[in-house]
């Protein structure tokens, strides 16, 4: 597909003249459809208008997009006559190596180049094999090679990182929650790698940002085909990874050009989760229970008894929103298991599955249960025994929480909207699509929000949850289980998720009852006063 070599233009030569001896390893990718180097290498791209580099990694976003910069990064093995031990090996040969892509050569490039083993030549055979073995991963950052933390770039490189000018533009995409640069880069999206001593397989640790603006695709690598063959005859089949490859055969005329072929996959599922109220939602045009069409900007899906929006007096607030499906961190072990199945290379990439283990990294991903709060202390947080908690910066869309102090409820606070969806989310930029990517726990998605109908009305002495008199509250806890209908969060794959919250208005009839006008039937007798 791509390319990949090295960035000196002597190395031309010296492949066509040493065609068997110093033969360098190239790479060649491919990464599926679907910003600067030091620390953060940037999320979404919520500004261009097409879907497939608005959001993630492609191929189009290494090359020259979004991701470019950053490329991708190797580790590489060198174990000599022995096989590459997954509890031993270091990372001698390449550590985080980055590679990125010359659009003025086609080419991906990176540098210090570095050669096969020369254990096979015309002349002379070696008794020994000199075996490597690599694994990588996309988007690469920048991190400190004793500690594998992200290199923390300057205030200038962070923002340019992120596509924004300075504090006051970065807090604006965050939808005004205060987080530092520091915690961005080193505390979300990909939080550490193995250090360059570590023995074992390599790990990309990683903490899911909730923030669609920031939030980082994360993609492994397995070979792209079945083409790699080594000089000692050794193959490697599509769909699995690069261990104990010895110096790889060239062409047909014996030129040392053969490259190593990597896929990327995208090792985590982007979510997409949207919110709306609706005001006494009638049965669906269609009639059919099974399909979720309501449109809100539609009135035939609107009730007529009542206002076909929530009126001025009422606002509805977001109190929590748990999740059960995905995991919020995790370690990705980019040695992912050969044992993909599949007669055919494409089947074979596309049954590759990565390998997610718990944030230590020492054994496997369990499931857990994530809630996002409003940001409140005030005791209204859908808990069982409703125990007040100290919370921390909301994660959730500030449109939909009760922002102003609570008790000093207002008219003007938005609450959820009733005519449009809008991003649970944070950080959307005011797009309702944009999507977050979170660990997929290999578990069907199960959803409880907890929301709040308050309606100002000063006539009442009913005390709200804050405990102050100015109008009623209805807490409502509404669990739905199995949302994709026993479908899996499952690697690459995109979900979206939208959530109704449903207002019927207590509405009345009137009816009078009329006055019996039936006559007795006997005449009441009177005294006679003659």
């Not at 669906?284 to 929530?310: L, R």
């Not at 072990?333 to 990565?354: C, F, K, M």
């Not at 500030?398 to 649970?424: C, Q």
């Amino acid at each position: 597909m791509f390319a990949a070599c090295s960035n000196t233009e002597e190395l031309g030569s010296l492949q066509t003249a040493q065609q068997d001896v110093n033969a360098p390893v190239n790479f060649s990718v491919y990464a599926p459809r679907t910003a600067t180097r030091a620390g953060l290498p940037g999320g979404s791209d919520l500004t261009a208008t097409d879907p497939a580099l608005k959001y993630g990694i492609n191929t189009a976003s290494l090359q020259s997009g979004r991701h470019a910069s950053a490329g991708f990064g190797v580790f590489g093995y060198y174990t000599s006559n022995s096989d590459y031990d997954t509890n031993n090996s270091t990372p001698n040969f390449m550590y985080n190596q980055q590679v990125v892509y010359d659009n003025t050569k086609s080419v991906w490039n990176y540098e210090p180049v570095k050669y096969w083993p020369n254990e096979f030549g015309d002349a002379a055979v070696s008794d020994d094999l000199d075996k490597l073995t690599f694994f990588a991963y996309a988007p690469q950052i920048d991190a400190t090679i004793n500690t594998g933390v992200p290199v923390m770039p300057s205030d200038a490189d962070f923002y340019t990182s992120v596509g924004v000018a300075d504090q006051t533009a970065w807090n604006a995409l965050c939808d005004g929650l205060v987080i530092e640069p520091k915690d961005q880069v080193q505390k979300l999206n990909i939080t550490q790698l193995t250090k360059n001593t570590a023995t074992g397989d390599p790990i990309v640790k990683y903490v899911v940002d909730t923030k669609p603006a920031t939030s980082v695709d994360l993609l492994w690598g397995v070979a792209g085909n079945s083409e790699y063959e080594g000089m000692n005859g050794k193959t490697v089949k599509a769909g699995d990874c690069f261990i104990d490859l010895t110096k790889q055969k060239g062409n047909t005329t014996g030129k040392m050009d053969k490259k190593l072929f990597w896929n990327f996959k995208h090792a985590l599922a982007r979510l997409n989760v949207q919110i709306v109220a609706a005001v006494d939602v009638v049965t669906d045009p269609d009639n059919d229970p099974t399909t979720d069409d309501y449109d809100p900007s539609k009135s035939d899906k609107i009730g007529t008894e009542a206002n076909t929006t929530v009126d001025d007096s009422t606002k509805v607030y977001v109190r929590s929103v748990k999740f059960g499906g995905f995991a919020l961190k995790g370690a990705l072990n980019l040695h992912s298991d050969d044992v993909t199945a599949g007669a055919t290379d494409a089947e074979r990439v596309a049954n590759a599955q990565p390998k997610w283990m718990d944030y230590d990294g020492t054994k496997d991903l369990t499931f857990e249960e994530v809630t996002f709060l409003d940001g409140l202390k005030d005791g209204k947080e859908g808990t069982a025994d409703n125990v007040q908690k100290n919370e921390g910066v909301s994660a959730l869309n500030p449109v939909l929480l009760e922002t102003t102090t609570p008790g000093i409820w207002s008219k003007k606070d938005a609450g959820v909207p009733t005519d449009a969806y809008v991003n649970l989310f944070a950080g959307a930029n005011n797009d309702p699509t944009a999507p977050i990517y979170v660990i997929p726990a290999n578990e069907t998605m199960d959803i409880t929000i907890t929301y709040d109908v308050q309606t100002a009305d000063d006539k009442l002495a009913d005390l709200l949850s804050d405990g102050i008199s100015h109008g009623n509250a209805v807490e409502n806890i509404i669990t739905k289980t199995d949302i994709f209908k026993g479908v899996k969060i499952m690697p690459g794959y995109a979900y979206t998720v939208k959530i109704i919250l449903g207002l019927e208005s207590v509405k009345f009839d009137v009816t009078v009852t009329p006055w019996d006008e039936t006559t007795p039937a006997a005449t009441p007798e009177l005294p006679n006063n003659i």
